[in-house]
């Protein structure tokens, strides 16, 4: 027996097609991303409180900066005086691990620094005190968190993203997202020319200005083009390869002014920094093309600026 066809639904019980999300003003895209990123921030927090999580810091202070330099190009949007509140309070936050996290890359920087066995032992006692430094720095941001230091920028923040942004301030964010990303490109140029990779706070100016690259083409990936969107891969390589480059001048600088280890030691460990340091600012400069190559052997050869003799 042949069943009887099914019937057609009428009209009006067709289930609506889905709607396309369209971003058209800033706040449409900031809004869920600042919302995401927040997210992110929360989650590691009870991962540095329970001391478990060698990655924990690290992230926390990653979406510390990513919700700052958001919020630093979008003030304009979301009004300068609350912005700048909120960002401070961040800011607070920032330097308060930013002691424990340097403590614990010149742990990790000289972990990985190839020496031999009698200089490794002779450094060891240093080591120790440095380890008893960084749990220390750990305790104090931990009983910070604990302490809910972050409560009062977080929630004035979730607060300002509740609101409507004022319609005369909200702008056309295809527009606006080109500009920002095209603003932090600008500035990686311009630090990054004739820029010689001996100058360390000129490397370290550029790796920052890099990160920022990052965070904006991260922020705004939705509604760029292709030929931008692909701007944060390249950031993120050159990010790496300056951070490296800045940790292992931040562990020269240390070492240096040790005088708590026997001074055999002390130089072979400060010329296995030096060596690795000049083999990642060899990978800088490859990475940076030949364009790059020709600017910075006119960069080292131009003849070095006489100390002042006040």
Known sequence: MMRPPAPVPHASSTPPAPTIEVERVVSDVVTPKLTQWLADLGNAIPRVIGDGDDEAVHDLRVSLRRIRSLLRVVRPVYGRFYVDVIRDGLRQVARATGSLRDEEVLHETIAAIALDQAHRRAIEPWLVRRTQRERMLRRSVIRMLDSRALDPPVHRLRALLQLPVAPHRDKEVHRFAR????????????????????????????????????????????????????????????????????????????????????????????????????????????????????????????????????
Do not use: C
């Not at 922020?219 to 050159?238: H, I, K, T, Y």
């Open 179 to 310: 500009q920002v990303v095209l603003d932090a490109h600008l500035v990686v140029d311009t630090r990054r020319t004739d820029l010689s990779v001996s100058d360390v706070v000129g490397m370290h100016n550029l790796r920052i200005a890099y990160k920022r690259l990052r965070y904006a083409v991260e922020a705004f990936s939705r509604v760029l083009p292709p030929e931008l969107r692909s701007w944060g891969d390249v950031a993120a390589r050159f990010q790496k390869v300056l951070g490296s480059l800045h940790d292992h001048d931040v562990a020269i600088q240390v070492v240096e002014r040790v005088t708590a280890m026997p001074d055999a030691a002390r130089i072979a460990l400060i010329e296995a920094l030096r060596e690795r340091r000049r083999q990642i600012a060899d990978e800088y400069v490859k990475l940076s093309g030949p364009d790059y190559l020709q600017a910075h052997a006119r960069a080292e050869a131009q003849p070095p600026v006489p100390e002042s003799s006040s």
